[in-house]
């Protein structure tokens, strides 16, 4: 098997072009490259990394929350109850 990569290997205009909104669209011809994972991962390196990749998509880093809400809270709130009890302890 051959280790020779094609020419647009982690070049991002040709690897991970952008659709009139900006969202990176993969080229057909790379869905099938065996060299995909590698030169996607090139491209971003190229390009910046992640962080400016993801600013140049309109995207934004999601806030980050303090404290968990809806069902794991609700589970981690019987995780401990539970093992209070197990302990001996009241709540």
């Given at each position: 098997m051959?280790?020779?990569?094609?020419?647009?290997?982690?070049?991002?205009?040709?690897?991970?072009?952008?659709?009139?909104?900006?969202?990176?669209?993969?080229?057909d011809r790379c869905r099938v490259c065996t060299y995909l994972r590698e030169c996607l991962k090139a491209a971003i390196a190229a390009s910046g990394g992640t962080e400016r990749v993801r600013a140049a998509s309109?995207?934004?880093?999601?806030?980050?929350?303090?404290?968990?809400?809806?069902?794991?809270r609700a589970?981690?709130?019987?995780?401990?109850?539970?093992?209070?009890s197990r302990r001996g302890e009241s709540r």
């Open positions: 051959s280790d020779t990569k094609p020419p647009c290997f982690g070049i991002p205009e040709e690897c991970m072009p952008r659709d009139e909104n900006g969202i990176i669209q993969p080229r309109g995207g934004e880093n999601p806030p980050k929350r303090e404290e968990p809400s809806g069902v794991v589970i981690r709130r019987w995780s401990a109850r539970k093992s209070a």
